[in-house]
Nanobody, 116 residues
């Protein structure tokens, strides 16, 4: 069972930046960041292929967030710039571990709060 451990959440003012990290205890396929705001459905924020050569972003974060990974460290990052109050949510790291078509391993979540 691969475990995912996130870090880097916190509180920041609008316009600020944060970087989230997620370290996997074993090898994974694609990885992604999801978020869930209070009272809303979970949504995917960004995803990255196993090699790191392919990335995808939600329209709401395109141009502001950057997902990257360090395969030597089994770590994926989410750099969040120009943060907005609507980015406030619990952010979850996810990985494809057994499946290559769905995310089957999840982190515990880290809260990001953006104040106006």
């Amino acid at each position: 069972q691969v475990q995912l451990v996130e870090s880097g959440g916190g509180q920041v003012q609008a316009g600020g930046s944060l970087r989230l990290s997620c370290t996997a205890s074993g090898r994974t396929f694609s990885m992604a960041w999801f978020r869930r705001a209070d009272g809303k459905e979970r949504e995917i924020v960004a995803a990255i292929s196993r090699s790191g050569g392919e990335t995808h972003y939600a329209d709401s974060v395109q141009g502001r967030f950057t997902i990257s990974k360090d395969n030597a460290k089994n770590t994926v990052y989410l750099l969040m710039n120009s943060l907005k109050p609507e980015d406030t949510a619990v952010y979850y790291c996810a990985a494809m571990v057994v499946s290559v078509s769905e995310f089957d391993s999840w982190g515990q979540g880290t809260r990001v709060t953006v104040s106006s």
